[in-house]
Every structure is written in structure tokens, then in C-alpha cells.
């Protein structure tokens, strides 16, 4: 089995590709312009920030940047599409031959390249009296479509794919949400012939249609009949590949270059772009820095990028495995009251850590005050009366003489009896009280 992908992100710029119109339309058609419907007279402009975001995204899949790019005009005829040609990047795509590693493999990409949208058509109605209507807002939003070679063997692999990629584009570039930014065309051979599975929406979405697509194919190879190569649409409602249309090929669509827009040297600005660390990419480093597994160091990335900078000032201090212990467990539960006070407790909370580190602090106590700071309140002062201190550890050092014979010997036994104590007064006194308490009480008994 073989999958290649067709990804078409939406950039998140303000405007349109070739115009001023905005993207954020809030009624359909209310954004539209003669640039972007094709009418006579009407000539584009390139939109910069959507051609560096795109160079960008070619330069962090590991691409071959050219160093110059046109664009041309693909002709076709569609509702959707005013103008009848779809203005993209034909022979000159913004990069080629890359590659993303996803779940240790390399996954080729072809190219990388920017385009515009056509409209959509939306059809409301009951079957067979449906109504189509086209909203013209979505003629001219920006699309960097990223080709992948067909090194995908499984619906999973796939979804994961797109999974990986999204999450360091919304690091990227800012890309937003999944629905409205991601539609994917899927394609998938089980035999020598390939089927395209066209705009599907949502990474599930593009799992339930390849597996669907994988039984039909297998069942018609199994019965010894033919897989026509053609363009098929995935019907979520009934879980199934539904025929489209058979699939056109490169010359169908009669590209020629695009006159109204000129050449654009791309070459010195990939050079001058920094890639900024990503999500997965800070991830694996953590990992290999601090030796920790790949999935815990995903899930603190993926937590929140905030909780990441927490993990690696609290590493730096206690080193990675207490810094994992605190950050994936009261740091992790609490980190809803606590990233929004973060510039106010981070000293707190790194002094908290370092003190339990240190055994300066048990690590109840520890935990209680980072409760304490998520909640807002301080933890309580030390009793000014301390006579029922005194008689639980009086109590708790008769309980236990094991202790007292291991104490001789070691003064660290006596941390047991110091966390039952700061457990059994819920953190009233704190736990340097507590522990020159119980010294004084065992020094009695030696």
C-alpha cells in the first residue's frame, strides 16, 4: 500500500493572496473585490507575508529553495471559480525534494508551493433537491500546499503525518484551528493504480476515508476486477469513498504563465530566515538533553510551550528527573491557576523545587505550597502555639522505634516521621519547624 498526500494549509495572513480584501469574511460574499472574482481591468498583487510564510515552511521541511519563482495560471472550469483559472506555482515551486520524520520515518516531500483558492460551493436542501450556493470569500485565500511522495503505508501513518505537521505549523507560522485550515487530497494505490480521495477535511476524516478506500480496493483486487484511476469523494456521513470524477492529468489543465505578476527572487530571503524551534523539534532536544522518554517530553511541550520553559529552569537547578517529576505532576495539575500568575510565582515555584531538592523541604510540603499558589493563597505560618506539634510527634516517634534505632545510625530516617507529621498537621508548620521538632524529640531517645 502506498499514500501520498496533497496538503493545503491556509496561511493565517490578513489579506488575500492577490488582493486587499480581508480573509476573515463574516457573511459570505461580503469580502470580495474585482481581483479576486477576475473581473476585466482587475490585476493582482502579491501578498509578501504569505510568500515568506511559505518559504518559510519549504525551508523547515528540509527543501531545496529556488531561488526564483512565478506563478501561472491553471484553467479550469468549476462554479467556484469566476476567472476560470486558479492563479499557483506550476513549474516553479518555492521548494522541492524535503523531507519530515514522523515516528522515526522520513517522509519525502516533492514540493512546496503557494496558491489561491477558489470560492466554495455549499448545497443545502433535501437530497436530491439540493441547492448549491457559492461564497466567493474563500477566492483568493492564501494556501501553501505541501506534496508528499507516497511513502505513507497505513491510514494511521497518515493521520499521523498530518498530526506532526500541524502542530509545528501552528508554531511556525500561527496556523490556527483544523477544520477551516487543513483540506487534504489523499491519494492511494493497493495495486499498481492510484485513486485520489479529494477535500477532505479533518486528520480523522482523512483516516476513515483511506481505510474505507483500502477495503474497496481490496475487495476488487481480490474479486479480480480493475482500480480505474479516478478522483473519488469521501462521504463521512456514511463512512464511504463515493466516484467522483475521472482524474485529469498535468496537460488538462493548460498552464501557461501567469502575465499580471512578475518573477520573484526567493533565494537571499530563505537565506536571511532563522527557523524558530518547534514544538516536536524542542521536544526531541529535551529528551536527548535530559534523558527522558520521547512521549513524556512530548506532553510537556505539547502541554503548554510556558510549562516547557518551566520544565528546563527547574532541570537546570534539580536536574531532568526531579525537574520531570515536579513539572509533570503538581506543576502539570495546578498549571491552569498557575500560567496565568506565572510572572509572579515563577521564583516561588523554582524555590519551592530547588528546596525540596535540597532537603531543605519534604516533598509534601513542597507540593502543598505549589496547591497554595495555584489556589492564590499563601500557605499558613508556622503556629504560634506549638503544643500540638510537640504531641503529635511525641506520638508518632512512640509508634515507630524502628526509626529511632535507624536514626543512630542515619539522620535522614527521621524524613519519614517529618512527612507523616507535615501530612498529619496539613501543612500548618512548615517543614523546618517540624524537622528541628522531631531532632530535638529523637535526640532524647538515642
Not at 476488487?220 to 469521501?234: P, S, Y
Not at 537546570?316 to 500568575?341: F, I, Q
Amino acid at each position: 500500500m502506498k499514500i501520498g498526500l496533497e496538503i493545503h494549509v491556509q496561511l493565517p495572513t490578513r489579506s488575500k493572496l492577490f488582493c486587499g480584501c480581508s480573509t476573515a469574511g463574516e457573511t459570505p460574499n461580503s469580502s470580495v473585490c474585482p481581483t479576486c472574482l477576475g473581473l476585466p481591468g482587475s490585476r493582482p498583487f502579491l501578498n509578501r507575508q504569505a510568500l515568506e510564510m511559505g518559504v518559510l515552511i519549504a525551508k523547515f521541511l528540509n527543501c531545496k529553495i529556488a531561488d526564483r519563482v512565478w506563478f501561472a495560471r491553471k484553467t479550469y472550469f468549476y462554479p467556484d471559480l469566476p476567472k476560470n483559472f486558479q492563479i499557483t506555482q506550476y513549474d516553479s515551486p518555492l521548494g522541492t525534494d524535503g523531507h519530515f520524520t514522523v515516528g522515526g520515518r522520513s517522509i519525502g516531500i516533492w514540493r512546496v508551493h503557494i496558491e489561491e483558492d477558489p470560492g466554495r460551493i455549499r448545497r443545502v436542501g433535501r437530497s436530491g433537491e439540493e441547492v448549491a450556493l457559492v461564497d466567493y470569500d474563500r477566492s483568493g485565500i492564501p494556501l501553501v500546499e505541501i506534496v508528499t511522495a507516497p511513502d505513507m503505508s497505513s491510514p494511521a501513518e497518515a493521520r499521523d503525518f498530518l498530526t506532526d505537521l500541524i502542530i509545528e505549523l501552528r508554531r511556525l507560522i500561527g496556523v490556527t484551528g483544523e477544520e477551516q485550515t487543513m483540506r487534504v487530497d489523499a491519494n492511494i494505490s493497493v495495486g499498481e493504480e492510484r485513486v485520489e480521495i479529494k477535500n477532505i477535511t479533518g486528520m480523522r476524516n482523512v483516516e476513515k476515508g483511506l481505510k474505507s478506500e483500502v477495503n474497496r480496493q481490496t475487495k476488487m483486487l481480490a474479486a479480480g476486477k480493475r482500480i480505474v484511476r479516478e478522483t473519488r469523494h469521501f462521504d463521512e456521513e456514511r463512512g464511504v469513498t463515493m466516484p467522483g470524477r475521472e482524474k485529469e492529468f498535468e496537460e488538462d489543465y493548460g498552464y501557461i504563465g501567469e502575465p499580471d505578476l512578475g518573477t520573484y527572487r526567493i533565494g537571499p530571503l530563505a537565506a536571511s530566515m532563522a527557523i524558530p524551534e518547534t514544538p516536536l523539534v524542542r521536544a526531541a532536544r529535551l529528551s536527548k538533553e535530559w534523558r527522558m522518554g520521547d512521549q513524556a517530553a512530548r506532553q510537556i511541550v505539547l502541554t503548554d510551550w510556558a510549562l516547557a520553559d518551566m520544565f528546563e529552569i527547574l532541570a537546570a537547578k534539580v536536574g531532568g528527573e526531579a525537574a520531570m517529576s515536579w513539572t509533570m505532576g503538581p506543576l502539570s495539575s495546578s498549571w491552569k491557576d498557575l500560567r496565568g500568575r506565572l510572572l509572579d510565582l515563577k521564583g516561588g515555584i523554582v524555590d519551592i523545587v530547588v528546596s525540596v531538592a535540597s532537603g531543605e523541604m519534604t516533598d509534601s510540603e513542597g507540593r502543598m505550597r505549589i496547591s497554595a499558589l495555584s489556589s492564590g493563597k499563601e500557605a499558613e505560618a508556622p503556629g504560634e502555639n506549638e503544643g500540638d506539634l510537640d504531641a503529635i510527634i511525641v506520638q508518632l516517634v512512640d509508634e515507630h522505634p524502628e526509626v529511632v534505632k535507624d536514626y543512630q545510625g542515619n539522620e535522614r530516617a527521621a524524613n519519614f516521621l517529618i512527612g507523616q507529621v507535615m501530612k498529619a498537621m496539613r501543612g500548618k508548620y512548615s517543614s523546618k519547624v517540624v524537622a528541628e521538632r522531631m531532632k530535638k524529640e529523637l535526640e532524647k531517645r538515642v
